[in-house]
């Protein structure tokens, strides 16, 4: 079985700054890709990013150079540096763990708002 445990959600005003962090833990393969998606209130959920166990990382458009992803394999974490926050940013944001086909999870998610 694996947990993902989502950290760091909250409320920031516009332009600011917030860094989530996930944990995983269970029977974690070593081949894996790890990712960060959101969905906001009416919409479907999306990608933001994704970092695989190599390293390599994949940006959704929207959010190339604001936020910025990165992993430590040792600890099985992940985290997602968010720059630069707008109102649109507002949303639950869930962490991923691809096993590539051997299973995919889901963390229950972190709620970001983004408001003066």
């Known amino acids: 079985q694996v947990q993902l445990v989502e950290s760091g959600g909250g409320l920031v005003q516009p332009g600011g700054s917030l860094r989530l962090s996930c944990a995983a833990s269970?029977?974690?393969?070593?081949?894996?890709?790890m990712g960060w998606y959101r969905q906001a209130p009416g919409k479907q959920r999306e990608l933001v990013a994704r970092?695989?166990?190599?390293?390599?990382?994949n940006y959704a458009d929207s959010f190339k150079g604001r936020f910025t992803i990165s992993r430590d394999n040792a600890k099985n974490t992940v985290h997602l540096q968010m720059n630069s926050l707008k109102p649109e940013d507002t949303a639950v944001y869930y962490c991923n763990l691809d096993f590539y086909g051997r299973g995919n999870y889901w963390g229950q998610g972190t709620q970001v708002t983004v408001s003066s």
């Open positions: 269970g029977i974690i393969f070593t081949v894996n890709a």
């Open positions: 970092i695989t166990s190599g390293g390599t990382t």
